[in-house]
């Protein structure tokens, strides 16, 4: 179970950080999992923001790099999205994935909204 936390409403320019726990989760299965946050706004795609992948490496969506950081604490099996100069098309709900050798794992979502 991965259970989202740390949404919420901001203004622009503001910072906040994601955090996802992965419940009933062995160290062996999150470490060697794709972890990561993607996003969703009505009518549109879910699309990727950050991800690091078991081997350490970390994917950014292109309107994110520089503002967005991912991270993780495999001994507290959480994955952390720090957001940093927030803007209003940053507003949408936020969902933390994680993928093991094919089985993906979604959390519940938690909303993140930016006013101007």
């Known amino acids: 179970q991965l259970v989202e936390s740390g949404g919420g409403l901001v203004q622009a320019g503001a910072s906040l950080r994601l955090s996802c726990k992965a419940s009933g989760v062995i160290m062996s299965m999150f470490t060697g999992s794709s972890r990561g946050w993607y996003r969703q706004v009505p009518g549109e795609q879910r699309e990727l923001v950050a991800d690091?992948?078991?081997?350490?490496?970390?994917r950014y969506a292109d309107d994110v790099k520089g503002r967005f950081t991912i991270s993780r604490d495999n001994t507290k099996r959480t994955i952390y999205l720090q957001m940093t100069d927030l803007k209003p098309d940053d507003t949408a709900v936020y969902y933390c994935?994680?993928?093991?050798?094919?089985?993906?794992?979604w959390g519940q979502g938690t909303q993140i909204t930016v006013s101007s």
């Open positions: 690091i992948s078991s081997g350490l490496s970390e």
């Open positions: 994935h994680l993928n093991y050798f094919g089985t993906e794992y």
